[in-house]
């Protein structure tokens, strides 16, 4: 008991999570999606919006807004306030549907407000979604009309940008997958968190993308505290390698980890890490349970003694 009480205590927390949705396809209502905000300010990023709207009605019904400061918008309701004033922007990792489906759905009663993302993923976007076929391009790129709800801003590998009206900065990296997708490493003052989009292991990538990462924090963490990461791990250690479709499993994301414990020059930098275990596969197939098998196999693999934690929709997580 005394172990996960301490466990649990976060001292002096400087970001929030809001988890708007914990797993990777195919449930519709909880996908990829999470709210950050440093706790200085009372707005969010999303990370990701595979899952938005009923995402955040879901996280009302868990308290996970209790302590927000929110003048709630007579016509927009709870909700809507939230969406509409205290999200503040979307940085989004890869085009798939499950990571941009709440966004789109979403955009008709949307704040005007800014999409960050590489240039291909951007790009990707208005080709395939606000192109005025799949849906009204509520961008200020590609296919006209344009009705300039969301400003893309095209982010570059390794360049450190602020992030409008949240006192936050991000700076991504390219991560492999069948189509490009993106680390977005995030900081507040001296304080830094990392979400991970979907992305398949260097061992099997051998594009060498996520040692880029691993190296970079290394060198952050000589000068600033690294909080906590969101990663995947969309399948369990007995998926074969060649079916991976660039996804991580425990025993691949544990082989990146100790990559990344090794360059670190103060070990006890990782010594009870926050890992929050995002885009667990759901599956229709009866008799499996996915989530309960990962966690299993993470518990046993973590020779690092990380803060594995599994997510649930609705939640409010503090790192
Ligand atoms: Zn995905
Ligand atoms: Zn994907």
Redesign the pocket.
């Known amino acids: 008991m005394q172990t996960l009480q301490a466990k649990n205590l976060v001292q002096n927390p400087v970001f929030e999570v809001i988890v708007l949705g914990d797993s990777g396809g195919i449930e519709d209502g909880n996908l990829s999606a999470f709210l950050l905000r440093s706790l200085n300010s009372v707005n969010y990023v999303a990370l990701d919006a595979g899952t938005l709207v009923n995402g955040i009605n879901q996280s009302i019904k868990r308290q996970a807004f209790a302590n927000l400061p929110i003048h709630e918008n007579q016509k927009w309701g709870l909700a809507g306030t939230i969406l509409r004033d205290h999200v503040k922007g979307y940085l989004i990792s ?1 085009a ?1 549907l ?2 941009v489906n709440g966004m789109l759905v979403a955009s008709p009663e949307d704040s005007n407000k800014n999409v960050y993302a590489l240039a291909s993923v951007n790009n990707m976007m208005s080709e395939t979604y606000f192109n005025g076929k799949a849906w009204a391009n509520f961008s200020d790129r590609g296919i006209p009309p344009r009705l300039n709800k969301y400003h893309i801003v095209d982010l570059v590998q390794g360049e450190t940008v602020s992030i409008a009206e949240t006192g936050l900065k991000v700076t991504a990296f390219s991560l492999s ?3 490009e ?1 993106t680390a977005f490493v995030i900081e507040n003052d001296k304080d830094l968190f990392v979400y991970f ?2 992305t398949g292991p260097d061992s099997v990538e051998k594009q060498g993308k996520l040692d880029v990462i691993w190296t970079y924090l290394a060198d952050q963490s000589k000068h600033k505290k690294l909080r906590g990461l969101i990663i995947e791990v969309s399948f369990e250690n007995e998926r074969p390698h060649n079916l991976l479709f ?1 996804h991580l499993t425990p025993n691949l994301l544990m082989e990146e980890l100790h990559n990344f414990a090794s360059k670190l020059d103060d070990k006890a930098a990782i010594n009870q890490l926050k890992v929050v275990i995002s885009h667990i596969k759901y599956t229709l197939e009866s008799g499996t349970n996915p989530r309960h098998k990962i966690k299993q196999q993470l518990t046993e693999a973590n020779d690092l003694n990380l803060n594995i934690i599994i997510p649930e929709q609705g939640q409010k997580l503090l790192f």
Request: aromatic share 0%.
């Open positions: 890869h798939h499950d990571h997958h069948p189509i997708s989009g979907d660039g």
